[in-house]
């Protein structure tokens, strides 16, 4: 049974960091894909971020380039999101998703982490 669980959302000023964690249970972690999407009010989910976990490759949207950072901890089956210099539009709902190498589809997902900055 593959599971997710993200956590460290919160509420941060502008310019400030967080940092997200997402813990993969019931997954070959090393043949995986784990990403960070992000849903703001209103909005659609978009993807943010992410990790081939055999290989640390990593991909970032536009949006997030040069602030964010992805990174994997294959020991613990943890991914981490750094996140910098927030602003007001990342207030979103976090998400980490899963699928193995070769999948066109995220097909495993967390339940959300709420970041709030505040300007």
């Known amino acids: 049974d593959v599971q997710l669980q993200a956590s460290g959302g919160g509420l941060v000023q502008a310019g400030g960091s967080l940092r997200l964690s997402c813990a993969v249970s019931?997954?070959?972690?090393?043949?995986?894909?784990i990403a960070w999407f992000r849903q703001a009010p209103g909005k659609e989910r978009e993807g943010i971020a992410c990790?081939?976990?055999?290989?640390?490759?990593?991909v970032y949207s536009d949006s997030v380039k040069g602030r964010f950072t992805i990174a994997s901890d294959n020991a613990k089956n943890t991914v981490y999101l750094q996140m910098n210099s927030l602003k007001s539009e990342d207030t979103a709902v976090y998400y980490c998703?899963?699928?193995?190498?070769?999948?066109?589809?995220?097909?495993?997902w967390g339940q959300g982490t709420l970041v709030t900055v505040s300007s």
């Open positions: 998703a899963a699928k193995m190498v070769g999948d066109s589809e995220y097909n495993y």
């Open positions: 019931g997954l070959t972690f090393g043949n995986s894909v």
């Open positions: 990790i081939v976990s055999d290989n640390d490759d990593t």
